[in-house]
Structure formats: C-alpha cells, structure tokens
C-alpha cells in the first residue's frame, strides 16, 4: 500500500466507524428493547455470558458462532474495562460487536480489490478506495451493522476466508470457512467456491495445455463461443478433468483442507438429520427457480451506476437482433420455470415489517400474470449479470454459477439478506469501474440506506393484537 494511499484508507476507516458510531447511537436510543431475531440472538448470546452452554433455544435455526465470537470479544473487554451490572453483554453491547464486523469488512474488502485489480495498480488509488467504501456500504449489508443478526459476521469470515484463498493460505481459508459456517449453514456453499475457484484454475491449465498441443490460437484459453457445439466441447472436457487420476490428484493436494471441511459438514448433516438446527418447519428447502430472477432484478437495481450504460443497452440489442432464436428459447424457459417452480413463504405473506412483502404485494399480487409479464426483465437483468463474466475464465465463471445457483434456488423465503454473499462476490470480480459511476454508487447506496434507516426510526407502527412498537426493515 502507497503511502498517500494509506493515509487517505486509514482516514476513511476513521470517518466510517465514526459515521456508524452516530448511527448506530440514534438506531440504538430508538430501539432499546431486542428486535425481530434479536428476541432469540440477544437472550442466548447472553446465557453465553453467563456461562450457560447447554442451554439452547429450539428457535434459532443456525449455528452459535455469532454468540461464541461476542462472548470471546465482550469478556476481555469487561474485564479489562472492569464492567458489571446490566451493561455487561447488554443488547447494545452485542449489536456493537457488528460495529466491529463492519470495520473488518470494509478492510477485507479492500484488500480483496487490491487483489483482484493488481494489474490495474496504476492510477486507481481513489477508484480502489472508493469501490470498497461503496462496497462496505452496501445498503442490505450495512443496515445489519445496527442489528444483533448474523450477517456482519457471516460476511466478514466468508471474505476472509476467500481472500487466503487468493494468497493460497488454503489451510487457513478452510478453517475461516468453519467459522463462517458457524455463523450461518449456507456458507459451506461459499466455501465450496474457495475450492472451486482451485479447480477452476487446474482446468484452466489443463485446457491451456490441451489447446497449445492442438496449436488452435482461434480460441483464448477458457474461452469458448456461446452455442451447442462450444457447451458439449466443455462438458467432454470437464468430464474427462474430473475423471482423470492425475488431475484429482493434482487438486486434492492442494484443496484438501476444503474437502476436510466439506466431508466435515456432511458428517454433521448427517448426525443432524438436515442443515438447519433447531425450528425446521420454516425453513425447508424446494426448487425455487424464480430466486434466480429476483436475485438479478436486485443486481441489476444495485449495480446500476455501474454495469449499466447506453453502450452496454446497444451491445444487449445486437445480441438480441443477431440471436432472436436463442433468448426467444431463454425466455420460453423462463416462463416455464416461473409458472411451475414458483413458491411463496408464509412468512412473506403475513409479516409486514419487511420490504420484500410489499415488493411482493404491491408488485407479484396486483395480477396473477405480472410474474409473467416480468420475464423479459429477468432477461435482460440476467444478460446484463453475465455481460462482465466475458473478462473471467469460463472455469471460474461456472464455478462461481454454481454456487450462486445452490445459494438462491432452495430458498423458499424471499429474503434480501439471502442475496449479500452472491452480490458482493459478483461485485468484487467486475472490472473495477470509473470514478464517475463509483461516485454514482455510492450516492446510490447512501440514499438507500439514508432512507432505510428514516424509516425504520420514524415510520412506526402497531399491530391491532399488540402494544410492541413495529418498525421497517429489510
């Protein structure tokens, strides 16, 4: 790191904390009492500070990292501090160890694109700068800074744990990847991406070599043109990498800790008789295709100032006119899929504390045909998710796809949240953009949570069976 470019990072670290600091002092003042999950993360987060292990509430449904972490946290600090009474793991004091989250997430993220855009060094100090404020900043992400909830910490071990990845501490990864999973089940899902992106580069080898022995310079390594014959060419080959003594060997030697934990989990999912711990009844998993759509709608919404240009909306109009039979076939699918794999939560129906159930009222329910009237905006919201993917190898852009399928398509519940890890890996991985749109980004995710956090401080409201105060939230 360049030493105007330390300062100026160490600055805005500074100005961050301080930022969430005030805010999270309003949010806090205004909402002193446990909130939505909190009223199950507050009360066993505390019966860890007490020391009560065994106890457990059948209602939370993942693992106790979070809690694990805070009590690791939170009792050096009462003691160095000398603490007592009833601020001792306080629900305030539990909320701040997500304070402490964000500020690693914003460092991580910064390294993460030094990492990734190293050949693009010169000349993008404020760029790099700027895309991890924005990035740390990420409206869905950010407001859980203020909450007791998993996601600040379920985020910051999965961008650690990736960023060893791309150093090649794989040891270190996996045992990063433990934690996140911890703290949330899924991520073994992300885990699986660290060890896919391992595999992604022997093939990419393995390809490059096959192609230099064939002399074809037609075709760059990884790259293969969009069409049947290129597919099935990638198929055979994936087959025959996968088959291969020499090459599985090549890759446990170096992926091997990622297979520990993933044979790891399916011991544990096996003893647990499913992923979920404790309440299972509202969250069983199905083939909610649609996920996908919505997953690039929301993508599309939040990379706005950035992926999308009057450039880019020409180049998805010759695509269109050049290949009218294939997004024709990409559209008839589509709505086959949302006619029969659509599924609908409870949850999303009848609590009206969250965004989603009036995106869903107020869009998906003012007629039984707009899900299908929204295809062509799936289309294009997809097109313009896999437009950047052309400057990754085809490898690591299928293995990225992948996961990307197993942690959206499950999901029966339509929650926000379910979408930070996929968007923020995507959002990592595009080239890094112009100091315009970044600008334009940020402004973008300041008025957004600008706006959530108003409304969740101001815009209260009671139920009719009840005298708790609601607010409004992702």
């Known amino acids: 790191m360049e030493k105007f470019e330390g300062y100026m990072f160490t600055a805005l670290c500074s100005t961050n904390?301080?930022?969430?600091?005030?805010?999270?002092?309003?949010?806090?003042?205004?909402?002193?009492?446990?909130?939505?999950?909190?009223?199950?993360?507050?009360?066993?987060?505390?019966?860890?500070?007490?020391?009560?292990?065994?106890?457990?509430?059948?209602?939370?449904?993942?693992?106790?990292?979070?809690?694990?972490?805070?009590?690791?946290?939170?009792?050096?600090?009462?003691?160095?501090?000398?603490?007592?009474?009833?601020?001792?793991?306080?629900?305030?004091?539990?909320?701040?160890?997500?304070?402490?989250?964000?500020?690693?997430?914003?460092?991580?993220?910064?390294?993460?694109?030094?990492?990734?855009?190293?050949?693009?060094?010169?000349?993008?100090?404020?760029?790099?700068?700027?895309?991890?404020?924005?990035?740390?900043?990420?409206?869905?992400?950010?407001?859980?800074?203020?909450?007791?909830?998993?996601?600040?910490?379920?985020?910051?071990?999965?961008?650690?744990?990736?960023?060893?990845?791309?150093?090649?501490?794989?040891?270190?990864?996996?045992?990063?990847?433990?934690?996140?999973?911890?703290?949330?089940?899924?991520?073994?899902?992300?885990?699986?991406?660290?060890?896919?992106t391992l595999v992604a580069t022997k093939m990419d080898e393995a390809w490059r070599?096959?192609?230099?022995?064939?002399?074809?310079?037609?075709?760059?390594?990884?790259?293969?043109?969009?069409?049947?014959?290129?597919?099935?060419?990638?198929?055979?080959?994936?087959?025959?990498?996968?088959?291969?003594?020499?090459?599985?060997?090549?890759?446990?030697?170096?992926?091997?800790?990622?297979?520990?934990?993933?044979?790891?989990?399916?011991?544990?999912?096996?003893?647990?008789?499913?992923?979920?711990?404790?309440?299972?009844?509202?969250?069983?998993?199905?083939?909610?295709?649609?996920?996908l759509f919505y997953f690039f709608s929301f993508s599309l919404f939040f990379s706005l100032p950035v992926s999308l240009c009057y450039h880019r909306t020409l180049r998805f109009l010759h695509a269109l006119k050049k290949q009218p039979f294939f997004f024709l076939l990409v559209t008839a699918v589509s709505l086959l899929l949302v006619w029969k794999f659509t599924f609908v939560h409870k949850y999303l129906l009848a609590d009206n504390r969250h965004f989603p159930f009036y995106v869903w009222k107020n869009v998906f329910q003012r007629h039984e045909l707009v899900r299908f009237l929204l295809v062509p905006v799936y289309v294009f919201a997809g097109w313009n998710f896999l437009d950047p993917f052309k400057s990754r190898s085809l490898f690591w852009s299928l293995a990225y796809l992948a996961c990307l399928l197993c942690a959206t398509v499950p999901q029966k519940l339509l929650e926000f949240r379910y979408f930070i890890v996929p968007y923020l890996m995507y959002r990592l991985h595009i080239p890094l953009p112009s100091l315009s749109r970044l600008v334009g980004e940020f402004l973008l995710y300041t008025a957004v949570n600008a706006a959530t956090i108003y409304i969740f401080i101001t815009k209260t409201f009671h139920w009719p069976d009840s005298t708790a105060t609601q607010r409004f939230m992702w």
């Open 209 to 291: 070599t096959e192609h230099t022995k064939k002399r074809d310079e037609k075709s760059p390594p990884s790259q293969v043109p969009l069409s049947f014959s290129g597919a099935k060419k990638v198929m055979v080959f994936s087959l025959e990498f996968l088959t291969s003594p020499g090459h599985v060997k090549a890759v446990l030697q170096v992926a091997w800790p990622y297979a520990v934990v993933g044979v790891a989990f399916l011991l544990f999912v096996v003893l647990n008789d499913g992923i979920v711990v404790g309440d299972r009844t509202s969250h069983e998993a199905c083939l909610n295709v649609p996920q």
């Open 17 to 196: 904390f301080l930022v969430s600091c005030l805010l999270f002092s309003r949010v806090t003042r205004e909402q002193r009492e446990p909130y939505m999950d909190e009223i199950f993360h507050v009360p066993q987060a505390q019966r860890y500070c007490q020391g009560k292990f065994n106890e457990w509430d059948p209602m939370i449904t993942t693992l106790p990292g979070l809690y694990l972490v805070s009590v690791g946290i939170i009792k050096p600090m009462v003691w160095l501090a000398d603490l007592t009474g009833g601020v001792v793991c306080s629900t305030a004091m539990l909320r701040f160890i997500n304070l402490l989250f964000n500020c690693g997430n914003l460092y991580l993220i910064y390294l993460l694109i030094c990492k990734l855009h190293h050949r693009e060094k010169t000349r993008t100090t404020s760029r790099r700068v700027l895309s991890s404020l924005s990035l740390s900043t990420f409206p869905v992400l950010y407001f859980f800074n203020f909450l007791y909830y998993t996601d600040a910490g379920s985020t910051f071990f999965i961008l650690f744990a990736y960023l060893m990845t791309l150093y090649g501490c794989h040891k270190a990864s996996a045992l990063l990847g433990v934690c996140s999973v911890l703290f949330r089940q899924t991520n073994i899902i992300w885990v699986a991406f660290c060890a896919g």
